[in-house]
Each structure stands twice: as structure tokens, then as C-alpha cells.
């Protein structure tokens, strides 16, 4: 069964930044576009970041391409998501999932990837 566990989450103030880890097993790893997605309370899901399985360019979000930064490891299953200077609004919960797609458009799509994790949470005060 395919797990996607994250963690590194936690309670920041403004400025600050944290260091968000999301480790798959039983998945071929190798074989999948992983994604980080957000979602505040009372909002939808919103796409963070995404790096493709076939090494291309990793993705992020116009929101956020200043200050976040994704990247993968192949050996170690893991993807990482670095937020830096990190601000109120940036608080909800972050989840990371698995696609088989490496298209920029599809990737952005929640309803493109296969698995998904559980999620963890970030909270940023003033």
C-alpha cells in the first residue's frame, strides 16, 4: 500500500522558516511527479509545488516562487519543500502527493495525482 508521510510542520512567526519533508513507500518512486498542495481553513486546496519525475524544471506556485523551494531525492523516496520567510497567510495544512504526469497545467490539478498524504501542519503568527 502506498504511504506519503509528511512531516516537519510546526508553529512559526512571521519571517521565519521550516523545512517540510514528505517520504513515499511503496511507490516507484522514480516513476512519479510529486506535488505539495495547501489548504487554509475555510479555502480550497491550492497547489504549492510540484518537481516532475523526469528531472525537468521543478514547478511553484506564482504565490510563492520567491520564497519556497522544492526538490526530490530519488534514492531517499523523499521530496522536500523549503518555506522561507514565511508570512500569516501561508498557514494551513500542507500535503504532498503523487502523479503520474509531468505536464506543468496537470500538475497544478488536484485531481491529476494518484496518492496522497495526510498532511501537516504549518501555522505562521504575527
Known amino acids: 500500500q502506498v504511504q506519503l508521510v509528511e512531516s516537519g510542520g510546526g508553529s512559526v512567526q512571521a519571517g521565519e522558516s521550516l523545512r517540510l519533508s514528505c517520504a513515499a513507500s511503496?511507490?516507484?518512486?522514480?516513476?512519479?511527479?510529486l506535488g505539495w498542495f495547501r489548504q487554509a481553513p475555510g479555502k480550497e486546496r491550492e497547489f504549492v509545488a510540484a518537481?516532475?519525475?523526469?528531472?525537468?524544471?521543478?514547478y511553484v506556485s506564482d504565490s510563492v516562487k520567491d520564497r519556497f523551494i522544492v526538490s526530490r531525492v530519488n534514492p531517499e523516496k523523499r521530496v522536500w519543500l523549503q518555506l522561507n520567510s514565511l508570512k500569516p497567510e501561508d498557514t494551513a495544512v500542507y500535503s504532498c502527493?503523487?502523479?503520474?504526469?509531468?505536464?506543468?497545467?496537470?500538475?497544478?490539478?488536484?485531481?491529476?495525482?494518484?496518492?496522497w498524504g495526510q498532511g501537516t501542519q504549518v501555522t505562521v503568527s504575527s
Open positions: 502527493a503523487a502523479s503520474k504526469y509531468t505536464c506543468p497545467v496537470f500538475l497544478r490539478s488536484p485531481s491529476k495525482y494518484d496518492h
Open positions: 511503496a511507490l516507484t518512486f522514480a516513476t512519479y511527479s
Open positions: 518537481a516532475s519525475w523526469n528531472g525537468g524544471t521543478p
